[in-house]
Antibody, heavy 120, light 109 residues
Framework: QVQLVQSGAEVKKPGASVTVSCTAS????????IHWVRQAPGQGLEWMGW????????DYSRKFQGRVTMTRDTSISTQYMEVHSLRSDDTAVYYC?????????????WGQGTLVTVSS | SYVLTQPPSVSVAPGQTARITCGGN??????VHWYQQKPGQAPVLVVY???DRPSWIPERFSGSNSGNTATLSISSVEAGDEADYSC????????????FGAGTKLTVL
């Protein structure tokens, strides 16, 4: 079955960077987009951007452009999201989510989430 | 940016039908998707393309979309349906292009 397994929780200081990984299994990695969505404590879901598993092309929300980098390694079916210049309001659970095959802009499978805490 | 408006909370007795709305400008022209999220868990897709259900979702979950309002309906509500429900659309002409509603907390009385 489809699985997205994310890396573990992180604690970072303001100004630092963090990289979250998302390893896919159970499907053809290059057939799907992977999106990154975050959720601050007690808040709703916020979309950050996507990466095309085949081409590696990306699209970011303007809010995160210049501060977020999404990459992938097709040899190990893993996507990465790096957030630079962390602030306290970046504290959130970060999810990777697979875009469906028929429409890449809804999410039919999600990772378990990675808590990133930014604190001095 | 495109805005989706959901009520913060909806309450329903077991066995009744819950209806959760998602408002947006001409949302009837877009495809709406719905996610269920229980505390401490990742979201799960429950309805896509306005009214289609993934194979793992029971028929009790249904959706509709017209005009300025999309609706997720859950019939014969069970205690296990208590969760947050969020709607989502893609709007390629706005930023961000993927938008979520703020979520609705469904309480089963």
């Amino acid at each position: 079955q489809v699985q997205l397994v994310q890396s573990g929780a992180e604690v970072k200081k303001p100004g630092a960077s963090v990289t979250v990984s998302c390893t896919a299994s159970g499907y053809t990695f290059t057939d799907h987009y992977i999106h990154w969505v975050r959720q601050a404590p007690g808040q709703g879901l916020e979309w950050m951007g996507w990466i095309n598993g085949d081409s590696g092309n990306t699209d970011y929300s303007r809010k995160f452009q210049g501060r977020v980098t999404m990459t992938r390694d097709t040899s190990i079916s893993t996507q990465y999201m790096e957030v630079h210049s962390l602030r306290s309001d970046d504290t959130a659970v970060y999810y990777c989510a697979r875009g469906s095959y028929s429409d890449p802009y809804y999410f039919d499978s999600w990772g378990q989430g990675t808590l990133v805490t930014v604190s001095s | 940016s495109y805005v989706l408006t959901q009520p913060p909370s909806v309450s329903v007795a077991p066995g009744q039908t819950a209806r959760i709305t998602c408002g947006g400008n001409n949302i009837g022209r877009k495809s709406v998707h719905w996610y269920q999220q229980k505390p401490g868990q990742a979201p799960v897709l429950v309805v896509y393309d306005d009214s289609d259900r993934p194979s793992w979702i029971p028929e009790r979950f249904s959706g509709s979309n017209s005009g300025n309002t999309a609706t997720l309906s859950i019939s014969s509500v069970e205690a296990g349906d208590e969760a947050d429900y969020s709607c989502q659309v893609w709007d390629g002409s706005s930023d961000p292009s993927v938008v979520f509603g703020a979520g609705t907390k469904l309480t089963v009385l």
